[in-house]
């Protein structure tokens, strides 16, 4: 005899009450038709994740418990484990689990451990909980806890263990980023050997703002072995049959992950689709250069939405080359998108002309090379204005780092698709791309040429930039690692090159405040990870 159980890898919607119950819903029927006896859901359900401030709108917190017991009347023949906001009696929240059986909600459970680091804010909203209950289906005792509370050593899931619990369930919304699986599959099959249990992870999946929620849900036997594990980047019903009153099963075959390039673009590609669908956007507009980055952009973005919602304009002055308008031609030609050129000369001299007078006497410089960028912006912003289209920025981590890109110019936009890739890590991808289409959708000209901002003759980055390997690994150090100036200047040889990296990182802060949201996959992506004082006048020591 077994019991059988599910994993509801579901994509909420924050906000999205009822479309979040309806899903829930469906999902209990799906499983108790496939005779599954328990299904369990992710870590706030009802609400979607993270509700941030709405949590602090009590009707909001009124809409989710109706839609909790809405999901408990229509739940029959299966047990659910679905997560919601709760309220305590003197108005104090709870991030909840409700154990839901024979259309009623049968016990809570109150999350106790509330992460306050990194993107997560929970200490602001929630009350921490206390103590537990176990349920039983088929003879087992099985517990409950969320999220981070199998992450901390020591916690609650030891004291359920030692209370009898031979299943422990785990609902979670556990973000992405950059090798966070691997990472997960080892920390879940260190607590089943601790515990000697059963340990059923539910994960959700989607894009929410930055945040991209990755799945792989998993389900552990007590020796650590993997029974079951839910898809990566996509919704998915997981089904596994744990033995009742016997020791355990032999490890089952589950899906072997994504190589990690891949792994990194379902992840920037789930990000910028569930942005533009769930924002309500039909079609994305896309300044397309001719160069790696808005190339990169335009194959994601087609790839999400489908290539007829896709737009791209090109905006070439006399600094562009005829090789890369070429390329830009090619590159939308290749994906199937719209595409118009509309040169700026003209209006870049209209410019000029007018701002003659003051700036008279003066040297050619950044001002007038950003013209150009701030006028592609404009010209962009109003497509936008007028067809409601998204405007998908181009700008990739390294260049957002440095400051080396146009405030009210390129970085103009509603999201920013790359802002956490680093420019070595556009050229994997855009590799990648290709890979996926069996040929050369993004031209091998593109890869091969160096970049180039094309604001001026001659223009390249390495004139204000070091290489992008060098480059790369050192905001790697700065960003991820807050390593010193020291330790920079040791890993490149080049004290004068770290020193001035950290200058430029350090100087750009102003300008990645106003810059729109994008897909974070790593450790510390410029958002909520990133929250430096604007007015700082600390330097980097050696």
């Known amino acids: 005899m077994s019991l059988r159980v599910a994993l509801a890898q579901i994509n909420t919607t924050v906000g999205d009450l009822e479309g979040n119950a309806r899903k829930v819903v469906e999902q209990c029927v799906a499983a108790r038709e496939r005779g599954a006896d328990l299904v369990v859901f992710p870590e706030l359900a009802t609400t979607g994740y993270p509700p ?74 929630f009350t921490p909980g206390r103590g537990f209950k176990l349920f039983s289906l ?4 099985i517990a409950v806890n969320v999220c981070e509370d199998i992450w901390v050593d020591g916690g609650v899931f030891q004291a359920q263990a030692a209370a009898g619990a031979r299943i422990i369930v785990n609902i979670s919304s556990s973000p ?32 929410q703002d930055e945040l991209v929620f990755d799945g792989s849900s998993l389900v552990v036997d007590p020796q650590g072995r993997c ?12 089904l596994v049959d744990l033995p009742v009153n016997l020791p355990g099963k032999k490890r089952a075959a589950v899906p072997a992950p994504l190589p990690r390039i891949e792994e990194m ?20 507009l896309i300044g397309l250069s001719g160069g790696i980055d808005s190339a990169l952009v335009a194959a994601i973005a087609a790839d999400a939405v489908g290539p007829r919602n896709v737009v791209c304009i090109s905006m070439p002055t006399r600094f562009n080359v005829a090789a890369t308008r070429n390329d830009a031609r090619r590159v939308a030609r290749n994906l199937g998108v719209a595409f118009h050129e509309i040169p700026i000369e003209a209006v870049v001299t209209a410019f000029l002309q007018t701002l003659k007078p003051y700036f008279k006497g003066t040297p050619s410089g950044l001002a007038e090379e950003n013209l150009q960028s701030r006028i592609r912006g404009n010209l962009l912003m109003s497509f936008s204005n007028k067809f409601g289209w998204l405007v998908l920025t181009t700008g990739n981590k390294s260049e957002m780092a440095t400051g080396y890109c146009t405030l009210y110019g390129d970085m103009s936009g509603g999201y920013a698709v790359i802002k956490d890739i680093y420019k070595t890590k556009v050229y994997e991808l855009a590799r990648q791309v290709n890979a996926r289409a069996g040929k050369a959708v993004i ?35 700065y960003v991820e690692g807050h390593r010193s100036l020291g330790a920079m200047g040791r890993s490149c040889g080049d004290i004068k090159m770290a020193r001035k990296v950290v200058e430029l990182v350090d100087k750009s802060e102003y300008k990645r405040r106003q810059a729109p949201p994008g897909v974070k996959i790593s450790k510390r992506a410029f958002g909520k ?11 980097a020591v050696l």
């Open 52 to 125: 941030e401030d709405l949590l602090f709108k009590d009707h909001f917190i009124g809409g989710n418990l109706k839609s909790l017991l809405t999901v408990a009347r229509q739940v029959s023949g299966i047990t659910a484990v679905v997560g919601f906001v709760d309220r305590g009696p003197g108005g104090e929240l709870y991030n909840a689990a409700a154990v839901i059986a024979d259309g009623g909600v049968k016990y809570i459970y109150h999350k106790q451990a509330l992460p306050n680091y990194s993107v997560f804010d929970e200490k602001r909203y």
């Open 138 to 141: 088929k003879g087992e005792k």
């Open 176 to 207: 992405y980023e950059f090798g966070k699986r691997e990472e997960r599959v080892k920390l879940i099959a260190r607590r089943a050997r601790e515990t000697g249990a059963f340990i059923v992870y539910v994960n959700l999946v989607g894009g």
């Open 227 to 238: 029974l079951a594990s839910g898809a990566q980047f996509r919704e998915d019903l997981v």
């Open 265 to 284: 673009y379902e992840a920037v590609l789930l990000g910028t689709r569930d942005y533009i669908r769930k924002n309500g956007f039909q079609k994305v």
């Open 443 to 477: 031209p091998l000209s593109v890869i091969a040429r160096a970049p180039s901002a094309e604001l001026k003759a001659g223009q390249k980055d390495q004139d204000s930039l070091p290489p992008y390997p060098v480059l790369d690994d050192l905001l790697n150090l």
């Open 529 to 539: 990870d990133w929250r430096l004082p604007l007015t700082n006048r600390y330097k």
